[in-house]
Structures are given as C-alpha cells and as structure tokens.
C-alpha cells in the first residue's frame, strides 16, 4: 500500500517571502500521479498543482511550483510571493493508477502567513 | 450546475444512533469516494464506487456501509454511530479514470 508523509505539522512565513512545504511518498508503482490541495478554514479542498510521475519537469502554477524528485521520492511545494490568502492546512496526495484511482493523503501541513 | 453537494453540513448523533450521509453529483460522475478527516491524519479513505451499483472497501470501511443505487448519489451509513466516528466527511467524485476529483464541502459529525 501507498503511504504519503508530510514531517512538517506547521510552517510560517513572512508575506512576500518563500516557503516550501516537504513530502515525502512509499510506493512500489512506476506510474502515478501526485498532488498538493489546498483547505482554508471553509473546509474547500482546492487543487493547487498536480505532477505525472512519467515527467520529469517538474509542474508550476503561477507562484506554486513542485520539487519532484522521483528516485528520492519526495515532492515539495515552493510557494513564492507568499499572501495572506495562502494561509491554509496543505494536504500532499498520491494517486495510484490502479483500479479505483484512489487518492492516498499525507497528515497535513498547517501554513501560516505572518504580515 | 451543483458540483458535488453533502447533506447534511453538520450534525449530533448519539452513541449507538444510526444516520445516512447524502453524497449528490450532477456531473454525470462515474467514480464516487467517501472521505473521513481526523487531525494530524489527513483525509483517509472509508468507501469507493467506480459505477452504479459497485462499491469498495477503502482504508477505514468498519463501522460503515455504502450504497450506489443511482449514479449521481452516493450514502454513507452509519448503523452504530461511536464516539470514534466524529469526525468531517468529504465526499468526491469524478468522471473516470486519470481525470481530477471534486470534492464537496465536507459533514462534520459529532458522536456523543
């Protein structure tokens, strides 16, 4: 079974400074998907970014960009410019390719945003 | 256009009620997913659905039961309800395989 770790329960950072936020992934698969989700306090869970393990660019979005490192299997997420609005809990996901395309989440990082 | 819409939002149960939690898509889905979120552990599986009629166990399916009568719904039944079942439902769904997952709103249920 698929296991995802993210080893930091909460982070801060300055507005307009950098932060990343650090997952780490088991798995015995050659081909997934990963993902980062955002959760503010209105429980919505955002899609921020998502990689495909066959590529090895690695995905940006704006002010989001992912560290994929599939040998190491870790995927990080730089968050650049940060604003107040990115405070939220940021769930790391993985997502097998096998039947029921189940998404497996890490415990969760807290991110707060100091002004 | 309603996306994915949980019923209720919030609720108290009693130990050893039992309720159903309402999952509706009108997104024509084919794949539907219940979801619990307890803290310091993320969003753990409970039940699956890959079509009408099919459903799966995920990671944490004791204590629960599903069904998938129509497409667009998907209920998560508690029979017993325990103290060890608070917690915030997410329900999801998507069109199929390799496509991204909408997730709902969330229930927060509390077992007392």
């Known amino acids: 079974a698929q296991t995802v770790t993210q080893s930091q329960p909460e982070m801060s950072v300055q507005e307009a400074e950098t932060v990343t936020l650090s997952c780490t992934y088991d798995t015995s698969e050659s081909d997934y998907y990963l993902f980062w989700y955002k959760q503010p306090p209105s429980r919505q869970m955002i899609l921020v970014i998502r990689q495909e393990a066959y590529k090895q660019q690695n995905a940006t979005e704006n002010r989001f960009s992912v560290n994929f490192q599939k040998a190491a299997k870790s995927f990080s997420l730089k968050i650049s410019d940060s604003q107040l609005g990115d405070a939220a809990m940021y769930f790391c996901a993985y997502r097998s390719v096998q039947y029921g395309n189940k998404l497996v989440f890490g415990a969760g990082t807290i991110l707060r945003v100091k002004s | 256009n309603a996306g994915v819409t949980q019923t209720p939002k919030f609720r108290v149960l009693k130990t050893g009620q039992s309720m159903t939690l309402l999952c509706a898509q009108d997104?024509?889905?084919?794949?539907m997913y219940w979801y619990r979120q307890d803290p310091g552990m993320g969003l753990r599986l409970i039940h699956y659905s890959v079509g009408e009629g099919t459903t799966a166990k995920g990671e944490v399916p004791d204590g629960y039961n599903v069904s998938r009568l129509k497409k667009q719904n998907f209920l998560l039944g508690l029979e017993s309800a325990a103290p060890s079942q608070t917690s915030v439902y997410f329900c999801?769904?998507?069109?199929?395989?390799?496509?991204?997952?909408?997730f709902g709103q969330g229930t927060r249920l509390t077992v007392v």
């Open positions: 999801a769904s998507k069109p199929g395989m390799n496509t991204e997952a909408f």
């Open positions: 997104m024509n889905h084919e794949y």
